[in-house]
């Protein structure tokens, strides 16, 4: 499947897709999340309503009820609808919440005292809570869902992350960004100067510099996973100060993960598998683990030293590029080099 029909099979946000599926997420009672919690840690997602709330029913029919947006949700989370003024004694966390008369003293809690609907209440997998009110549409959810289910939220605030998904799909978000200001605009004016694999190595050996891998694919055939947030570190890539670093620093390359291309470094020779199966390269690299897109790191001495296949902003991106073209990574680890390096203090 090419990349450009799964992400439009995974969003399914036209109007013609928006059909009414009664219960397409799977809800589950805070017992059943929990108890499911604890043999597979997910994040939660807890959709706050009452019954006199139009929005809540609103974003019931339309968001939740989108069938993409439910699978993803099924797939990623473990969703509870919850009932802000029921009456009942609620369980959660080995605490109990009874109503005040008028709301659950859970809804309170989870709302932190703002109480307003619809709010979805999302709970990462460092157990963070994060409330974030008002109604959203399919496409306006999308980002959040991401955020969370890839835990981009251990790496980067939910506003940057927004910009960013929304400039990487924008046949999608095209309204949406017909309004942005030209200073909302992420930085993509950057080009990075692509090596081929070989020429990088080849490069490195007589004048030693590290190297980049980005190494890509355009379907994703069973036992791949799709990364949506690590596809959108492309976007972050075409970041111009982001771009200047890797050109002078690194030997960038870009690399095809199913390529039939011969390729020989440090070596080795590796060959294709076939038409649509990994090059033996990027089973070396993958480990078997295969994940895209993926970028690795390699030393001046052509060493292996990283791979990440997470989202992080253009700032964190850069400060990142730093640590392993400086080899902090032998003195300090990531955290408090990230501290001494942040001048943005985010």
Known sequence: MKIKSLITALLIICAQNLVAQQDAVKWLTFAEAEKLDSADHRPFLIDVYTDWCGWCKRM????????GIANYINRNFYPVRFDAETSDTVKFRNKEYKSNG?????????????????TIVYIDRDTNTMPIPGYMEPKDIEPLLVYFAENVSRNSDPESFRKDFMYTFPSVYADELK?????????????????????????????PKPILI??????????????????????????????????KNYYPVKFYG?????????GQTFVGSGTGMPHQLTGALMNNNYTFPSIFFFNKERQYIARIND???????????????????????FGEFYRRNNKNGR
């Open 60 to 67: 019931s029919a339309v968001t939740f009820n989108n069938q």
């Open 102 to 118: 008028k709301v659950n003293e859970l809804a309170i809690k989870l709302l932190e005292g703002r109480l307003s609907y619809p």
């Open 179 to 207: 309004k942005n200001k030209e200073t909302d605009m992420p930085d993509t004016s950057g080009t990075i100067e692509w090596l081929g694999i070989e020429e990088a190595f080849q490069k490195a050996e007589k004048e």
């Open 214 to 247: 980005n190494l890509w694919l355009d379907f994703y055939p069973q036992g791949v996973n799709y990364s949506i947030s690590g596809n959108i570190i492309n976007t972050v890539m075409k970041n111009s100060e982001v771009c200047n670093y890797i050109n």
């Open 258 to 266: 199913a390529s039939q291309d011969t390729v020989r470094i440090l």
């Open 311 to 333: 989202y992080f902003n253009a700032t964190i991106y850069k400060i990142i590029l730093q640590y392993y073209c400086e080899e902090a990574y032998k003195k300090e680890n």
